[in-house]
């Protein structure tokens, strides 16, 4: 059992680590404030090579894996999780193509996310069904002048990137739409200038600004069957393409975390208390002490998670160890921004310190791609089926 890095991998960390620090760090406050798109960061991403981590290199990536996009997740959010999820948005929408899309496909379309030419964002969650994905009624209907043609109509609420976006991964019902069953839903690649395409509405978020979060609405859409990623009836695809990124999920969280705790222990230590600093008190040691322990089980559980999905298991057995590491990550970047704001006290609450954007982007972590109920419940069911048994 090795626990190191390849070079590689610390070469690519220690790369990403310092472009944090020397153009995410200054900015992350002004990105919060403004909620424009960071497109500066995204050039950095670009020439630093960091849009294409997780796709093959056959395809324009660099072949780093979940791993790799991962690690470079964690580091840049210590400072700003818009930025982290400006990279996880090189892979929600392209996992359904890697997984199940044509040669044509990936060919067509995973490059130019690899290049920073073109952007894309996940359209499943609907107004009236976020985690109740099999509930959904956006529907596609066979185009009567389209051999294997569609026609998609319906609204996809909560999608990050939906104002950047050049295409969408969209899911619809291409069976009954009251039909529960899991090969009633189909997945189709949706360009942002089809006809039919609209984006009516971006939402005002309580934080991760900068990176628009909004409405799809799709009238009379029409996609070819070059545009149908996998076969018909794709529920399983949707949940393979979110079980891959649990671990990128997670790294947000204890990027988070790490960069609230820090900041915060360097506050106390500089902090004038009774004679001396706040860090002299052995009750706020043994709070930095908890949660440091706290971030260490939650990378472990994210880094074991991410050597699962670049292995392609994440499928059914191996949920727990997935949805572990997102909820626990996730859960402690919340409770480590809560800790980070408390040991700064009153200054804390305030905007003079990051510590109030660290709180308010927390939250948003444990709700996103699978809330922490949703993940508790999948893990359940896990240990149920003795997918994670210990005998």
């Known amino acids: 059992m090795d626990f190191s890095l390849t070079p590689e991998l610390e070469a690519l960390q220690a790369t990403v680590r310092k472009l944090a620090v020397d153009k995410i760090k200054p900015r992350a406050r002004e990105i919060d404030a403004t909620g424009k798109y960071p497109q500066d960061i995204f050039d950095a991403f670009r020439d630093a090579d960091l849009l294409g981590l997780c796709i093959p290199e056959e395809y324009g990536g660099s072949g780093a894996g979940i791993m790799g996009l991962t690690l470079a997740i964690e580091e840049v959010t210590k400072y700003s999780n818009v930025t982290g999820l400006m990279l996880l948005l090189t892979r929600l929408p392209t996992g359904p193509i890697m997984i199940a899309g044509s040669e044509e496909q990936k060919l067509q379309y995973l490059p130019d996310i690899a290049s920073g030419r073109r952007r894309a964002a996940f359209a499943l969650s609907e107004p009236g069904g976020g985690s109740d994905v099999a509930g959904m009624q956006t529907r596609a209907t066979p185009d009567p002048d389209v051999d294997g043609g569609w026609i998609l109509n319906g609204t996809k609420c909560w999608i990050s990137g939906v104002s950047q976006a050049d295409w969408f991964t969209v899911f619809a019902k291409t069976g009954d739409p009251g039909s529960r069953l899991h090969d009633s839903i189909t997945g189709f690649i949706v360009e942002a200038s089809s006809e039919g395409v609209e984006r009516p509405r971006v939402d005002r978020k309580m934080g991760v600004r900068g990176v628009d979060t909004g409405e799809l609405v799709l009238n009379n859409v029409r996609v070819g069957p070059q545009n149908v990623i996998g076969a018909i009836g794709g529920f399983r695809l949707a949940m393979l393409g979110l079980n891959a990124m649990r671990p990128i999920v997670a790294a947000?969280?204890?990027?988070?975390?790490?960069?609230?705790?820090?900041?915060?222990?360097?506050?106390?230590?500089?902090?004038?208390?009774?004679?001396?600093?706040?860090?002299?008190?052995?009750?706020?040691?043994?709070?930095?002490?908890?949660?440091?322990?706290?971030?260490?089980?939650?990378?472990?559980?994210?880094?074991?998670?991410?050597?699962?999905?670049?292995?392609?298991?994440?499928?059914?057995?191996?949920?727990?160890?997935?949805?572990?590491?997102?909820?626990?990550?996730?859960?402690?970047?919340?409770?480590?921004?809560?800790?980070?704001?408390?040991?700064?006290?009153?200054?804390?609450?305030?905007?003079?310190?990051?510590?109030?954007q660290w709180y308010r982007d927390a939250k948003q972590l444990t709700i996103v791609e699978g809330t922490s109920q949703i993940q508790l419940g999948l893990i359940a069911k896990g240990v149920l089926s003795h997918d994670l048994w210990w005998d």
């Open 252 to 356: 947000r969280g204890i990027g988070l975390a790490e960069g609230a705790l820090m900041y915060a222990t360097e506050y106390i230590k500089s902090r004038p208390a009774f004679g001396g600093n706040l860090a002299q008190f052995q009750g706020l040691q043994w709070e930095i002490a908890k949660m440091s322990t706290e971030i260490e089980a939650a990378r472990l559980l994210t880094y074991r998670s991410a050597w699962l999905a670049d292995q392609g298991k994440f499928t059914k057995e191996y949920v727990p160890y997935l949805s572990m590491a997102k909820y626990y990550a996730t859960e402690v970047g919340v409770k480590a921004s809560g800790l980070a704001l408390q040991l700064l006290g009153a200054a804390g609450y305030m905007e003079d310190h990051p510590t109030e």
